[in-house]
């Protein structure tokens, strides 16, 4: 079945750097990925819909100069936490749709973002 | 709006049987979701209804009523490894994902 590849699995980093997240489509092509956070005991929050060759799509509350999204090729697609501080601390996961099927959202395996 | 509701939390005995309710409200509709994640992992699928009726597979079963906007998730022959949270989401008109806040499953020997 599709694999959708995100690094790293955990990352701990200090306050006021920049981390990236990765996550690649290893055996389809992914027009459309999604980006979720998620809080401690808490569902799924969508934070952005980036779709390959144009500009994200943010939720509202999620501000897009801190979370910059780049969708350059139909099997990567990157978020990088701008200036990270320690509320920005969460598991972040992306979610690749394979075109072709309608029920075809992957996960990647996310990534646990510590911000010291 | 648009509101997925399940329970919080809920409780069985290893070797039962389990039902996990989930109401749903999206703009459109098509077709709802059943995910199961452990602590510290991502969402892995576990089903997709978007007709009427039970869709059986191995020890777990998913339910759909349209009319109703309800779903249910049927866990038979309860094992310790099937304690997760299990998420509900429905797809509406633009194919979005609208997520319930998850159940979790607790089981007891």
């Known amino acids: 079945g599709a694999v959708v590849s995100q690094h790293p699995s955990r990352v701990i980093c200090k306050s006021g750097t920049s981390v990236k997240i990765e996550c690649r489509s290893l055996d389809f092509q992914a027009t459309t990925m999604f980006w979720y956070r998620q809080f401690p005991k808490q569902s799924l929050m969508l934070m952005a819909t980036?779709?390959?060759?144009?500009?994200?799509?943010?939720e509202q509350g999620v501000e897009k100069d801190k979370f910059l999204i780049n969708h350059a090729s139909l099997t990567l697609s990157t978020l990088t936490v701008t200036s990270a501080h320690p509320e920005d601390s969460s598991f972040y996961i992306c979610?690749?749709?394979?075109?072709?099927?309608?029920?075809?959202?992957?996960f990647g395996s996310g990534t646990r973002l510590t911000v010291v | 709006g648009q509101n997925i509701d399940q329970p919080t939390e809920m409780t069985a005995t290893e070797g039962a049987i389990v039902q996990i309710n989930c109401t749903y409200q999206?703009?459109?509709?098509?077709?709802l979701f059943w995910y199961q994640q452990h602590a510290g992992e991502a969402p892995t699928f576990l089903s997709y209804?978007?007709l009427d009726g039970l869709e059986e597979k191995g020890r777990f079963s998913s339910f759909l009523s349209r009319s109703k906007g309800y779903s249910y998730l049927l866990l038979k022959e309860l094992q310790m490894k099937d304690s997760a949270s299990y998420l509900c989401?429905?797809?509406?008109?633009?194919?979005?994902?609208?997520w319930g806040a998850g159940t979790k499953l607790i089981i007891k020997p």
């Open positions: 979610s690749a749709r394979d075109g072709g099927e309608v029920n075809g959202y992957t």
């Open positions: 989401a429905g797809m509406d008109s633009n194919y979005q994902l609208i």
């Open positions: 980036s779709n390959e060759g144009s500009k994200a799509t943010y």
């Open positions: 209804n978007v």
């Open positions: 999206t703009s459109g509709f098509n077709g």
